[in-house]
């Protein structure tokens, strides 16, 4: 099983700027996909970002521009740069994982994921 824990959320005023940050356990980069997700109260998940194993990221149109995912491999870390927040930003955001090899994007499925971190974004 792989293991993923978020931090780095808090209440930010818009315009702002946050970053997250996502501890993955048994990271691989050869062969793992690893993808931020958000979801707000009364909405569906909505896929944010993705990174592969060879750094090429995918972004949500809503966010492109100002998100910025990247990973670390030597630290097992996945990262959420958040810059220009705006009020429909805020929502609880998860990292999830998925062993596989190419293109990877939020639509694919992702078996794995943390316990997520709150963002707020105030007008």
């Known amino acids: 099983q792989v293991q993923l824990v978020e931090s780095g959320g808090g209440s930010v005023q818009s315009g702002g700027s946050l970053r997250l940050n996502c501890a993955v356990s048994?990271?691989?980069?050869?062969?793992?996909?690893l993808g931020w997700f958000r979801q707000a109260p009364g909405k569906e998940r909505e896929g944010v970002a993705t990174?592969?194993?060879?750094?090429?990221?995918t972004y949500a149109d809503s966010v492109k521009g100002r998100f910025t995912i990247s990973r670390d491999n030597a630290k097992n870390t996945l990262s959420l740069q958040m810059t220009s927040l705006k009020p429909e930003d805020t929502a609880m955001y998860y990292c999830?994982?998925?062993?596989?090899?190419?293109?990877?994007?939020?639509?694919?499925?992702?078996?794995?994921w943390g316990q997520g971190t709150q963002v707020t974004v105030s007008s």
């Open positions: 999830a994982a998925r062993v596989w090899v190419g293109y990877c994007p939020t639509s694919q499925a992702f078996p794995y």
């Open positions: 048994r990271y691989t980069s050869a062969n793992m996909c």
């Open positions: 990174i592969d194993s060879r750094g090429t990221t």
